[in-house]
């Protein structure tokens, strides 16, 4: 995989595994829930920022 490619991938991988994180917290301590639509408006949002 070309250097490129693989920087942009390890990027998406880490701001997925990010909001996922920020998700299971929103869960656990103020009992908040997205929908998955919801989370990734989200993802794409902070990838285009």
Known sequence: MPS???KGFDSLFAL???QLW???N???FRGAESQPAELLRRIQ???ED
Do not use: N
């Open 4 to 6: 490129s490619k693989k």
């Open 16 to 18: 997925v595994s990010w």
């Open 22 to 24: 920020k998700e299971r």
């Open 26 to 28: 929103a869960r656990v």
């Open 45 to 47: 949002k902070e990838g």
